[in-house]
């Protein structure tokens, strides 16, 4: 289900970021529009993006998300609505790729997790998935690619 996860070095990216917290069941009816106003933002400030959309859990999702969908930017965004600066923090994470439809990434985090258990890993609170490929890139949900980051607390 996913890639031989890797550790690696993610240096900290600057994003332009909308803050949400909410219950879990709302998740697909507000991720949506919430990347659709980041997207209005950065064009009115003639600021492109840096990197691939995403999605930074400040905890653990449980039956509420307490989380930023943003994207990384090369050029300072300024605050306009729920649009807010932020950034992708530096951490050593334990990194892989999942490939398929979304309602697949829960499973997919508990691969991740469980992988990094195994290996001695202790997970920091947050975490993050990068998406790659989507919808946008392809009606068959085999070739959508998201990049689950697991930030760990002691390395």
Do not use: C, K
């Not at 996860?5 to 069941?25: D, G, K, N």
């Not at 930074?56 to 090369?74: I, K, N």
Request: charged share 15%.
């Amino acid at each position: 289900m996913i890639d031989a996860p890797q550790i690696v070095q993610a240096p900290a990216r600057p994003a332009a970021v909308i803050h949400l917290t909410i219950p879990r069941s709302e998740i697909q009816a507000v991720m949506g529009p919430a990347f659709g106003e980041v997207r209005a933002a950065l064009a009115a400030q003639s600021v492109v993006p840096a990197g691939p959309w995403f999605s930074h859990h400040l905890r653990r999702p449980s039956d509420t998300f307490d989380f930023e969908v943003g994207v990384p930017v090369a050029a300072p965004v300024a605050a306009v609505g729920r649009v807010r600066p932020g950034q992708l923090p530096a951490a050593t994470v334990a990194r892989t790729v999942y490939r398929g439809d979304y309602g697949g990434l829960g499973a997919a985090w508990g691969e991740l997790l469980a992988w990094a258990a195994a290996n001695g890993h202790a997970a920091a609170i947050d975490l993050w998935e990068s998406y790659a490929a989507g919808p946008e890139s392809s009606p068959d949900p085999a070739a959508w690619r998201t990049e689950l980051n697991l930030p760990l607390a002691s390395e």
